[in-house]
């Protein structure tokens, strides 16, 4: 007998387990997707294994029905990956392989798009045909005569051109004949860079022999315009050159369609772009243009690491630092190390870039498990700009409480009248952080999540920033009836609107979760800032990362202090990051660039060594700091989130993981640095009540530790309680 090993495609993390059909014949293989009766029902599975023999009865096994495609969809290095993944992040087996597909091919809501072509195969037939026709029948004399001059074409085009039923009656005898053609949907596709001839710098020329000539897991450290683009690109060059395919990931697509721009301008048809913004069809497209071999390369946001490529020669993670490579909703998974593990089981190289590297990766360099690369320099020898710390204590002494310092007032009304460009930046969308009575103290709450809400002022509505939902602006206090209410912190439009005050008649344009819903919006925003329409760019984030805006001489960072007090013990980590990524954007062509960082706490030396662009300095500080404090990279910690409509399930649930917790803690005391049971900072998001475990562990312990923690997330699973086991996380709300 053929027994197939068969993962059923179920939804509940509930049924994870492997089932047993029989083969009705030998055309079936490893990765292909089958379907397959299960109860009462047929569903869609995987098969991920095939032998001769099963623990079951053979008389109680039942068949395969059918293959839905007639070819793998899912290679042998992929599987391996999905089986890596369960062991790693206790990612169920389903949700692994899911992450292999477009989500829409399964339950085959999405299929190729075909057209009809028509042709004329017997030359001779449609000219004895034409010979006795009518002459005046126009309709039949031009689709023959075009077709026999074009050779094929479009059937739609010609029932355009052409009187539909004459076309259709030409098919019908024979003279015409047709076929199916699949069209690709082709995503962004007006995104291609004009191809420029460039030849490396010397340092850009030895990291790219460096990365291609040895396997190996590089750490690209490259300050901001140190040109690294041009390195990833000539490194993919090679490895194609080789017979080999390459994955390219980048934080976020639409938010640096450059990095894609400049790869088509390079490589053309062998680009495959991957990422959750595209449409249902051109993912599909794609996909399948990567499954065939018709694409070597992928470019893409962290779900291009699960892309069919076979053969894969490098992996490139941009911007490795960046926040989007860690998913924390299910399935939860980080992507540097799903990226390792991949780059082993096809013996590629693996280049991890950033100007800022996170603190672990840095840390694995610095004790030998990965290879630094240095690019310190920009492209030019061009200085990085001089980054001015102002102090915003002293500005309120001096009688100024607005948004702007003087010294930042200056510099915006002198860059608009010397017709640069300016980027303000910062981390709070909305106009202010919140809306409190000055008399009670009442605060606008959300009521399915336990935060306060944002303030509007654009679409008028207190917006929940957790869950979405929105609320009439209040005018007066709902608890005490007076009418004098204060804004908290400032957010995007505040900026906004202080800077049409300072400069009238300013062009600006805000960019943040808000004004970038729709598909093409992130486009739109960047290429007027691009073609100077625009002249001020306010925003979060988004217009931190890797852009490269010639005209752009100034950089102000309204409120530093956002990023530096976060909950995390990588705030300063991460503000530093994000110091260095701002000011990145500032003086990258010929006009040189000036930042300046407002700031409550001016000497805080996450700010010192920023202004100073002192990565290395920074790195040593930071890591001596949390080898004192036992945290990671020299501990693990892991939460442990319990989250539920009702409340006390949540709270039983995390009780009987705790009492599990406690009896390995007692046994291995050296492993545990901490452990503690609490509500989550964040007590209800969504109308679910969150409950969490925090365990700080010691390394030697952790990888049984968390074994352990993985399963009893499986003993104490419930239909409604969901348990999250998060390794290192960053956001801990
Ligand atoms: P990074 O990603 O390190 O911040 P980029 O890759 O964006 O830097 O490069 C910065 C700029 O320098 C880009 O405009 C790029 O086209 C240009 N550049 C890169 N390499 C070279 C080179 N060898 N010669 C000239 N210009 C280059
Ligand atoms: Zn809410």
Redesign the pocket.
């Known amino acids: 007998m053929i027994v197939a090993k068969v993962i059923v495609d179920i939804a509940s993390s509930l049924v994870d387990k492997v089932f047993d059909y029989l083969l009705p014949s030998e055309d079936f293989s490893v990765g292909q997707r089958v379907l397959v009766p299960f109860g009462k029902i047929s569903k869609e599975g995987y098969i991920i294994e095939i032998t001769d023999h099963s623990d079951l009865d053979e008389n109680k096994l039942k068949s395969v029905i059918s293959a839905l495609e007639p070819f793998s969809v899912i290679n042998k290095d992929q599987l391996e990956l999905a089986r890596f993944m369960k062991q790693e992040f206790n990612t169920g087996m389903c949700d692994a392989l899911r992450l292999f597909l477009p989500a829409e091919m399964r339950s085959g809501k999405v299929k190729e798009l075909v057209k009809i072509n028509c042709y004329i195969q017997d030359e001779t037939k449609a000219k004895e045909y034409l010979a006795n026709t009518r002459k005046n029948a126009t309709a039949i004399f031009g689709l023959i005569t075009l077709l026999l001059e074009k050779g094929e074409l479009s059937r739609s085009e010609l029932g355009k051109k052409f009187n539909p039923s004459s076309l259709k009656k030409l098919i019908d005898d024979g003279i015409i004949q047709t076929r199916e053609v699949e069209v690709r949907r082709k995503p962004y596709n007006g995104a291609v860079a004009e191809k ?1 001839e ?4 010397k340092t ?1 020329q030895s990291v790219v022999n460096r990365i291609t000539s040895e396997k190996n897991i590089y750490l690209l450290h ?11 690109m000539n490194a993919m060059k090679k490895v194609l050159e080789s017979g080999k395919t390459g994955i390219m990931l980048v934080p976020e697509i639409s938010l640096t369609p ?1 990095v894609l721009m ?1 790869f088509r301008a390079k490589f053309g048809e062998n680009v495959a772009l991957l990422h959750s913004g595209l449409s249902v069809g051109e993912r599909f497209d794609e996909w399948k243009r990567i499954l065939m071999g018709e694409a070597q390369i992928v470019v893409g946001a962290r779900s291009a690491i699960f892309a069919p490529l076979k053969n894969i020669g490098l992996i490139v993670i ?1 911007e490795e630092h960046d926040g989007s490579y860690t998913s924390d909703s299910n399935p939860r998974y980080n992507t540097i190390e799903v990226a390792k593990k991949r780059a082993e089981l096809s013996q590629a190289s693996l280049v991890l ?1 950033s ?1 800022t590297p996170s603190l672990v990766s840095y840390h694995h360099a610095m004790i030998g498990n990965y290879q630094l690369l240095e ?1 310190k320099e ?3 020898k061009k200085e990085l700009p001089p980054l001015k710390i102002i102090d915003m204590g002293n500005e309120v002494r001096n009688g100024n409480t607005g948004i702007f310092s003087a010294t930042l007032k200056d510099a915006l009304i002198r860059t608009i009248n010397e017709k640069n460009q300016a980027m303000l930046f910062i981390n709070r969308r909305g106009f202010s952080s919140f809306l409190m009575c000055k008399k009670c103290g009442f605060v606008a709450k959300c009521d399915s999540c336990d935060v306060s809400l944002v303030y509007h002022k654009f679409e008028n509505a207190l917006k929940c920033h957790y869950c979405g939902n929105r609320y009439r602006v209040l005018t007066e206090c709902p608890a005490c009836g007076n009418t004098n209410l204060s804004t908290g912190a400032v957010g995007t439009e505040r900026v906004v609107q202080e800077l049409k005050e300072l400069i009238p008649n300013v062009s600006v344009s805000r960019m943040d979760n808000d004004t970038t819903k729709t598909k093409d919006s992130h486009l739109k925003i960047l290429s007027d800032f691009r073609s100077g329409k625009t002249q001020v760019l306010v925003g979060t984030q988004m217009i931190a990362k ?1 852009h ?1 805006f ?1 005209s752009v001489t100034l950089v102000g960072i309204i409120d530093a202090d956002v990023s530096l007090y976060q909950s995390s013990y990588t705030a300063s980590e991460q503000t530093f990051q994000l110091i260095t990524q701002v000011a ?1 954007r500032a003086g ?2 010929d006009k040189p660039g000036e930042i300046y960082l407002q700031t409550y706490v001016p000497r805080h030396y996450t700010y010192k060594l920023a202004s100073f662009y002192d990565y290395p300095a920074f790195y040593k500080k930071e890591i001596n700091l949390r080898k004192t404090t036992n945290y990671p990279p020299f501990t693990k910690i892991i939460r442990i989130l319990f989250t539920s409509e009702v409340e006390n399930l949540a709270k039983d649930t995390a009780k009987v993981y705790y009492e599990k917790v406690k009896e390995i803690q007692d046994k291995n005391k050296n492993d545990f640095v901490y452990l503690g049971v609490m509500k989550s900072p964040i007590g209800k998001i969504q109308n679910k009540f969150r409950i969490q475990i925090l365990i700080r562990i010691n390394l030697e312990g952790a990888e049984n530790i968390t074994r352990k923690l993985y399963e009893f997330a499986s003993d104490v699973k419930r239909n409604d309680v969901s348990i999250f086991v998060e390794i290192d996380p960053q956001n801990l709300s």
Request: hydrophobic share 30%; glycine share 18%.
């Open positions: 420029t460039i030849i490396l710098t850009q490259g300050v901001t315009g140190s040109g690294k683009t041009e390195v990833y450059q400049n941009d870039g100007a690019m920009r492209i030019n890797g490269d010639p990145g990258r062509a």
